[in-house]
């Protein structure tokens, strides 16, 4: 399981930085990303970044606000989120797999998932 940390509450225009431990799972996927659940809201990806490439790919809601990352040495992963909006208000995933870049958005394609960590945005 990945393990995630960073959430919280912030007003409007602030910024938090999500991190996630992905050690166990580091050599055997090809992405890893963010999702995010609102509730009544189906999870959808928020961004994703290549392990082959570090290519990176946004959702256009979060495209030029929010940066993934990954640090090689402490296998962890990251979501800097700036610029937060009250529509940011949801629980947020990691998840990693091994899939086709095409796909990275889809969450059913990833096989591992952290229990998510709650960000609010107040306005």
């Known amino acids: 399981q990945l393990v995630e940390s960073g959430g919280g509450s912030v007003q409007a225009g602030g910024s938090l930085r999500l991190s996630c431990e992905v050690s166990a799972y580091w050599h055997n996927t090809n992405y890893m990303a963010w999702f995010r659940q609102a509730p009544g809201t189906e999870r959808e990806g928020v961004a994703a970044?290549?392990?082959?490439?570090?290519?990176?790919f946004y959702a256009a809601s979060v495209k030029g606000r929010f940066t993934i990352s990954r640090d090689k040495a402490k296998r962890t992963l990251y979501l800097d989120m700036n610029g937060l909006r009250p529509e940011d208000t949801a629980m947020y995933y990691c998840?990693?797999?091994?899939?086709?870049?095409?796909?990275?958005?889809?969450?059913?394609?990833?096989?591992?998932w952290g229990q998510g960590t709650q960000v609010t945005v107040s306005s």
């Open positions: 970044i290549s392990s082959i490439s570090d290519r990176t």
């Open positions: 998840a990693a797999g091994r899939l086709y870049e095409g796909l990275w958005s889809t969450p059913r394609v990833y096989d591992y």
